[in-house]
Antibody, heavy 124, light 111 residues
Framework: EVQLVESGGGLVQPGRSLRLSCAAS????????MHWVRQAPGKGLEWVSG????????DYADSVKGRFTISRDNAKNSLYLQMNSLRAEDTALYYC?????????????????WGQGTMVTVSS | QSVLTQPPSVSGAPGQRVTISCTGS?????????VHWYQQLPGTAPKLLIY???NRPSGVPDRFSGSKSGTSASLAITGLQAEDEADYYC???????????FGGGTKLTVL
């Protein structure tokens, strides 16, 4: 079964750090680009970051650039998001999503597999 | 404010046809980048509905169709059913932002 399972969310104080993980199974992980997408409570979807199959190209939304770092370990079929200097506006459900392509053309495509998300709450 | 603009809500009676628009600019849809559509049922993760402007993944009913022209795209749903009540999002790539962008989402209500 094709599956993405996120973990690592929780309640954290402003200014602190958190690391999210996404475990992939059921497909050849290192063939595809991967992404993080978030959704604040009651709000729409916001793309956060994407990484190509070989980590050769990485992009970030302006809202997280310089604070968040995406990475992947193809040997472990895992995707990560290191979140530093967290702010209240980072409070959201964070989804891990699989791209339908490898990202080789440096253009992100559609996201065909999504996890169930992990909730991050930034509050004092 | 989202880079891609969608109407906040649309509605229709069972059996009717509804369309949801997605308006972008020359750095995303107008630049030739594909548009993709997602359906998000309450309390669940988004599901890919249309990719590459008009392609349906396996398992998506042909009641759902997508099109693109110029700087805009549309999602059409025919034979509206109660189970179609959900939030719908368009997505594309933006070269100015060097990233993927979503529309603000459209809530579909089946009357």
């Amino acid at each position: 079964e094709v599956q993405l399972v996120e973990s690592g969310g929780g309640l954290v104080q402003p200014g602190r750090s958190l690391r999210l993980s996404c475990a992939a199974s059921g497909f050849t992980f290192d063939d595809y680009a991967m992404h993080w997408v978030r959704q604040a409570p009651g709000k729409g979807l916001e793309w956060v970051s994407g990484i190509t199959w070989n980590s050769g190209n990485i992009d970030y939304a302006d809202s997280v650039k310089g604070r968040f770092t995406i990475s992947r370990d193809n040997a472990k079929n895992s995707l990560y998001l290191q979140m530093n200097s967290l702010r209240a506006e980072d409070t959201a459900l964070y989804y891990c999503a699989k791209d339908i392509g490898a990202g080789s053309s440096s253009i992100w495509l559609a996201f065909d597999i999504w996890g169930q998300g992990t909730m991050v709450t930034v509050s004092s | 404010q989202s880079v891609l603009t969608q109407p906040p809500s649309v509605s229709g009676a069972p059996g009717q046809r509804v369309t949801i628009s997605c308006t972008g600019s020359n750095s995303n849809i107008g630049a030739g980048y594909d548009v993709h559509w997602y359906q998000q049922l309450p309390g669940t993760a988004p599901k890919l509905l249309i990719y590459g402007n008009s392609n349906r993944p396996s398992g998506v009913p042909d009641r759902f169709s997508g099109s693109k022209s110029g700087t805009s795209a549309s999602l059409a749903i025919t034979g509206l059913q109660a189970e179609d009540e959900a939030d719908y999002y368009c997505q594309s790539y933006d070269s100015s932002l060097s990233g993927s962008v979503f529309g603000g989402g459209t809530k579909l209500t089946v009357l």
